[in-house]
């Protein structure tokens, strides 16, 4: 109660996951016989019964290629597929519709721009600057870039309590820097970088800021203008809608001034047969059929979401997340990676004399999901010299019944030991 009456005072809704978990089909499913305690979130999330239906809906009603008939199934089709892009456009606060590209998720968003930057901007000798705490979806790509151009990769080290080292910033930002790229979030250590800071510091000195968001969207309430950073990507199915739906912000400024990187039908305005006049963003970087059915059920994620409250979804995820950190506190021999507060989303742990992978099977077998292993982010798991952890990640649909399970299932694992 005393809760409740905080939240209404700060305006927002407090989480009955309870009831939020009947939302969810899979929910119901037992592992082993067992009530699924799933707790890996952060490599995909379950999808509510809103998002399925749309999923169904689109395929049952109106089911047909956009943007290229006159009849009337296209129509509604275009209709329900530009419709999304509005939604994702007021969902992350983004200017004009023009500026959201539907992609295959964070790591298509990534290569996107990458490719286009590998092309048409970065140069021998010039440099690209990530962070030491990307997964490797933000790693890869400008590694690759930057060895087909002979550029450098510069890295941005984070610290003991897994926070990026900012007063470095300043110092790896140069006059060849062609572009900053980090995550808002980090998948392993749940830690939440000062994006709207170290954006402004790169701006400042004219570099663009690519934004992982892949861990942040559906955690925390984003707002690209805000953080003004110059590209910003997601997927779709970490945040309650499908697979093989995405999405690729760009400041107009940069999508106006980039050239596709695939080509193919939906993306110009005329074509001969020696040239073609190219569409406009967004659809000049959208060669080829999209992913029509889960774009319009990733706007039914965001209107679940919306419905339930971006600052409600923080604080509950905040809770579980401390009262996960508490528990295991007390159980001894385990080790919690990450920044002591402000930690969001995730939990990764390793206990004392036992792998990871050890520790995921065993909880399995009490019907507990978690993730285990590098997270694909090796870079992370060397700097904390680990083979690997274990992670917990969370959603609205979790309960503190499923902490306590998790933290007696590693209780139980470090009795055996
Ligand atoms: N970046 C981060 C921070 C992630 O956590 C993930 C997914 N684990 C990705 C990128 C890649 O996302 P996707 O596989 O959906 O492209």
């Known amino acids: 109660m005393v809760l409740t009456a905080l939240a209404e005072e700060k305006g927002f809704k407090m989480i009955n996951a309870e009831k939020i978990r009947l939302d969810f089909p899979i929910l119901e499913e037992k592992v082993g016989g067992k009530p699924l305690v799933y707790l890996d979130n952060a490599a995909t999330t379950h999808k509510p019964g809103a998002v399925l239906d749309r999923l169904i809906e689109f395929y049952t009603r109106m089911n047909s290629n956009v943007h290229r008939g006159v009849h009337s199934l296209s129509r509604e089709a275009s209709g329900a597929y530009e419709g999304a892009r509005e939604t994702v456009r007021s969902f992350i606060g983004a200017r004009s519709a023009k500026e959201v590209i539907f992609t295959r998720g964070t790591t298509d968003g990534i290569n996107l721009i990458a490719d286009i930057f590998r092309e048409t901007v970065i140069n021998a000798g010039d440099e690209v600057l990530v962070t030491e705490m990307e997964h490797h979806s933000n790693l890869i790509p400008w590694q690759a870039a930057c060895a087909k151009k002979g550029a450098v990769l510069k890295v941005l080290p984070f610290d003991g309590e897994g926070r990026l080292k900012t007063d470095e910033l300043d110092g790896m930002l140069t006059d060849k820097t062609r572009i900053m790229a980090l995550s808002y979030i980090s998948n392993v250590l749940g830690t939440e970088n000062p994006v709207k800071d170290i954006v402004r510091t790169a701006r400042s000195r004219g570099v663009p800021v690519l934004v992982d968001g892949a861990q942040a969207v559906q955690h925390i309430k984003v707002d690209v203008r805000e953080l003004d950073c110059d ?178 299932g590693v209780k139980k694992i470090r009795a055996i030991l």
């Open 231 to 408: 590209f910003f990507v997601f997927s779709g199915h970490k945040m309650y809608a499908p697979t093989g739906i995405g999405v690729l912000y760009g400041k107009k400024e940069w999508l106006d001034r980039l050239s596709p990187y695939r080509y193919g039908g939906g993306m110009v305005n005329s074509v001969s047969l020696d040239r073609s006049e190219y569409a406009e963003a967004p659809f000049k970087f959208e060669a080829g059929t999209g992913s029509l059915a889960e774009a319009v059920s990733l706007a039914a994620a965001i209107g679940y979401m919306d419905s339930i409250g971006m600052e409600g979804i923080k604080e509950h995820e905040r809770r579980l997340s401390e009262m996960l950190c508490e528990r295991l506190a007390g159980i001894g021999g385990v080790t919690v990676y990450g920044p002591p507060s402000g930690r969001r989303g995730v939990v990764s742990f390793n206990l004392e004399g036992a792998h990871p992978y050890d520790v995921g099977t065993l909880l399995d077998k009490m019907g507990i999901a978690v993730r285990t292993g590098t997270h694909c982010a090796e870079p992370v798991m060397k700097r904390l010299g680990v083979p690997g952890t274990v992670r917990a990640s969370f959603a609205v649909y979790n309960t503190e019944k499923e902490i306590e399970k998790l933290a007696g």
